[in-house]
């Protein structure tokens, strides 16, 4: 089928998303280092390795529990470029704000950007602001890149995970998804739940301190844990186990999944991360990411294996084995 | 006045963009980079130099004369880089679309893009797509960030422009604005007119081949070469003098602005510069900017004065001198 529309489901981390890059982006930008397909492009700049990345925020509400655009455009930028093995040390904002927004909602959004920032360790160089008339936008979009430098002995991509490799997942999922879905949709319940974002740069510099072999970093957001491991199954032609038992999730989160029927696995993070890191250097890279404010709840969920390369299985809390596929859209409605 | 809502004149390049910039930005996120307030950041990697620029590009229509919203993120990025200085490399790309908008303007917009960055000589490494709900953001907006190495021996900034230095104009103004301005009101003219947009990156490389006393670069987008000019003339604590009839307008593109009682000197570009240089080498720069394609018409429209510091003014076409203020807010709707 000829799809002559953009639909929601290609903003929405799955496969109509992945159609979208595939089909249009990467032949029209066709480089070796877009197709990489990294949360952020490696560069080489007279000997330096740079970490670059870029992602524009359009979460509504703007504000919510745990957080709000402006912390939250600060810290998914500071992961991605910390998932690229990359120090983050520059932002870049760009504000496009409607025409009548709220002078002092801006001013509490940009302050809680430079605390964020501060949290991280990163500063904001550069910027640009745009207004445009009432209606041309939903109150404000936020995007932010940044700029980090690699050390010399981190090497992380998608495309090397290898057979054997633990896989380390830094807290419990679906936090912040399920909590723009339950704002968004005015739901409330008696255990409230919060956004997760947070910055992992530090986490991440904790976790090389502790062992050289992390093969590849990757923070779910849009798409969750489930379709970050695809990607990672899929670029280094690998097969990936899970157990569900060892996922963690907040008893309250998981209640408000199961009563709107949605899987856990697919809702977005922004203060997570996933690492693949040899068998031998696992326990003590694990003990890092506990080390970290953000990282108490981490645990092994899986392993890599040579078999089914590109193909996720799970585990499942009954004693089954079930394949975690990557969904063709959106499981929510837009929520990062 | 307090004002606390946000006005399309916040947007404008002029004062009161001015003011949300250093009321609200500029306390938030102080440091020595972002208030040297030009087109970008530059920052020291390890002893390379490197420019970071990012800008939002919301222009309506999305397709126009002479170009469209695809190659002006390209090059508009693209020449900020080159504004601080450096030689642009890598740019990262965020679209945001609304749900319903066509896939074959988006192939087209991005075809733009690529032959826009293979003109420049720069390349697309990473990029982010968000879809939004229908009528969450008109049509599509497009955030481009860019780094560029900054060579040796070259030194720019808004506030290095020195009594004596020539003032050099890469072109006719006026063009991109009112371009813009005709086609969303539909208005039509025997004598069409066209965007300049356009590339000047490797106009900046031939300028420094041939002269290394270049104080100021600035291309004059929003807010035009009356709103840049008082930027640097504050920025360097200097006074500016210009003379009108020196200053290049289409005949068409000035009828227009006669006919709709706009002054050309406000009036957005996208493929021109504005250069201080030291006047011993102010003939050299010019042949060099005169043998880029897009610098045919340049030529010297004033000069940097020691007196009258932060203020500009123009001898006027009749024979007088007027003060060139910058303007409170909007002298056109949303142009760029």
Do not use: W
């Amino acid at each position: 089928m000829k799809i002559d529309k953009i639909l929601l489901d290609h903003g929405s981390g799955g496969k109509m998303s992945h159609s979208l890059i595939a089909d249009i982006m990467l032949p029209a930008f066709d480089n070796t280092i877009l197709s990489q397909l990294n949360d952020g492009a490696i560069l080489d700049m007279n000997g330096t390795r740079l970490a670059f990345s870029t992602d524009t925020y359009t979460v509504d509400p703007i504000f919510f529990p745990g957080g709000n655009i402006g912390d939250l455009a600060v810290n998914g930028t500071v992961n991605d470029v910390a998932m690229c093995g990359g120090d983050p040390l520059y932002l870049s904002v760009g504000l496009v704000m409607e025409e009548g927004f709220s002078v002092d909602e801006l001013k509490k959004i940009v302050d809680q950007m430079r605390i964020a920032a501060d949290k991280a360790g990163v500063m904001i160089v550069t910027g640009d602001t745009k207004v445009v008339p009432h209606g041309a936008i939903d109150k404000i979009f936020i995007n932010t890149s940044g700029i980090g430098v690699i050390p010399e002995n981190v090497n992380v991509s998608a495309g090397l995970a290898q057979p054997g490799d633990k896989i380390i997942l830094s807290g419990t999922i679906a936090d912040h998804g399920m909590t723009i879905l339950t704002q968004r949709e005015g739901l409330t319940f008696d255990s409230p739940v919060k956004s997760d974002s947070a910055p992992l740069n530090h986490m991440v510099k904790g976790m090389f301190e502790a062992g050289s072999k992390i093969h590849v970093l990757r923070d779910p957001t849009r798409g969750g844990v489930g379709t970050a491991l695809n990607e990672i199954a899929e670029a280094s032609n690998v097969g990936i186990r899970i157990h569900e038992t060892a996922i963690p999730v907040r008893p309250e989160v998981a209640a408000i999944c199961e009563l709107l029927g949605f899987d856990p696995l697919y809702v977005a993070n922004e203060g997570k991360l996933l690492a693949f890191v040899g068998p031998d250097q696992a326990e003590q890279v694990l003990d890092a990411v506990k080390e970290d404010e953000f990282g108490k709840d981490a645990c092994v969920i899986g392993e890599v294996v040579a078999d089914t390369p590109g193909k996720v299985f799970m585990h499942t809390r009954v004693g089954g084995t079930r394949m975690v596929d990557t969904l063709t859209g959106e499981q929510l409605p837009r929520i990062c």
